[in-house]
């Protein structure tokens, strides 16, 4: 009859038969099928232990001096408990504001995956046809959406219109609606070009509210009309194609796992209050990792252009008129009756503008930032800007006045 013996059985028969019986430690090893010095320490352990010695023991190291210590291990767990979509490298950059000694990402990560409280997935394989693209200034791109998911007590669905400043992350939209309305949208996008400026262009899907070119008959809605009379060029994404407005879609996550989750409201109203101060901190206090972990309002501002961009040659020669304009709250300017967007980041700046029989080029510090084509034909009667007496022309300009 066969008996199966333990581990620890077999290591004490392993050990009485060299200390009692007299076997070499070699032949003990070759029939057990194990090194000399596996037996030799059987041996030790034996005599320095007795028989519960002979037990399997941890492998676990006495110390581990690069291990994270209990007080930042519980940070990184508060932290995540406090900002459920925050991931390692958002909980390394916080960290790295109080602390000196931080732990690296995979460190953060094993530390979350100990605690349960990361959910393990498989990581998508990022398709090679996806191209990154971003506008070189801010207010040069708007993307817009409408997303729902934002529940009252009662049951009552709300609809957030949200809007995206293409360069910088920055949330310029954020409207509750009860429904999705071509009126209700457009509210919230005059909201916005009132507070923020008039932006170059904006980029939406082929919704209803934003689009009426998929319809029996094709027509311009009030989207439309409103970006039209504001000098916006409307761009749109193939159909079928939600990754074209990917950095809107990616704060609609952001929106959902930080704010939305697992919360319900009483009121529109209250709803609104809490949506607009998360917002003011998304905009403000949250790192980006699309901006090196950037806040979107350090971007959000006038970039200036590099000296060797494009620029007046103070000797070249143009057949025209200049003028001189003073930029709107609205960044809109209006020469000869035609009025453009050179964009929010020179309002209430004075530009040049150069007219002539077929283009109007707005500059800016010897910078080109607008050409438009022009829609009338013949000289500009008001050449000095609104409230800037004569005087204060530039010399170009005082001549140009003057008739000469």
């Not at 110390?63 to 508060?78: G, K, N, R, V, W």
């Not at 509750?176 to 009126?183: E, F, G, P, Q």
């Not at 109007?360 to 050409?371: G, P, S």
Request: aromatic share 6%; hydrophobic share 35%.
């Amino acid at each position: 009859m066969l008996v199966e013996l333990s581990v620890m059985e077999q290591r004490y028969q392993a050990v009485l038969a060299v200390i009692q019986d007299g076997w070499k430690v070699s032949e003990v090893a070759a029939r057990l099928g194990v090194s000399r010095q596996s037996v030799h320490n059987w041996i030790t352990r034996y005599e320095h232990g007795g028989l519960a010695s002979l037990a399997d023991r941890s492998h676990r190291p006495a110390s581990c001096p690069h291990q994270i210590d209990a007080q930042t291990e519980a940070a990184i767990c508060e932290l995540r408990r406090l900002h459920p979509g925050w991931g390692p490298r958002h909980i390394q950059h916080q960290l790295a504001k109080t602390s000196t000694v931080v732990p690296s990402c995979s460190s953060i990560y094993r530390c979350l995956k100990r605690h349960r409280l990361i959910e393990l997935r498989r990581r998508r394989k990022r398709r090679d046809e996806f191209r990154r693209w971003e506008r070189d200034r801010p207010m040069q791109l708007w993307q817009m959406d409408v997303m729902g998911g934002v529940f009252l007590a009662d049951g009552t669905e709300l609809k957030v219109v949200t809007g995206i400043d293409d360069h910088s992350r920055y949330c310029v939209a954020a409207g509750l609606v009860r429904r999705a309305t071509s009126k209700a949208v457009c509210q919230v996008l005059g909201a916005s070009l009132a507070r923020y400026g008039i932006p170059d262009e904006v980029l939406t899907d082929n919704g209803k509210v934003f689009t009426g070119r998929f319809g029996p008959h094709p027509t311009e809605v009030l989207f439309d009309r409103i970006l039209r009379e504001n000098g916006v060029s409307h761009r749109h994404t193939g159909v079928r194609s939600p990754t074209t407005t990917g950095k809107v879609e990616r704060f609609h996550q952001s929106l959902r796992k930080e704010f939305l989750a697992d919360r319900t409201f009483a009121t529109l109203e209250q709803a609104q209050g809490e949506l607009d101060a998360w917002v003011v901190d998304y905009n403000t206090n949250r790192p980006h990792q699309a901006l090196e972990m950037a806040v979107p309002a350090d971007r959000f501002g006038l970039k200036r252009l590099a000296e060797d961009e494009v620029s007046v040659p103070a000797h070249e020669e143009k057949t025209g008129q200049w003028a001189q304009r003073r930029v709107g709250s609205n960044g809109v300017v209006s020469v000869d009756n035609q009025m453009f967007s050179v964009g929010n980041a020179y309002k209430t700046q004075l530009v040049d503008v150069f007219v002539d029989d077929t283009v109007i080029q707005a500059w800016c510090q010897n910078h080109l930032v607008k050409t438009v084509a022009r829609t009338r034909t013949g000289p500009v009667r008001k050449v000095r800007a609104d409230a800037l007496p004569v005087n204060d022309q530039p010399e170009p300009l005082r001549k140009a006045s003057a008739g000469t």
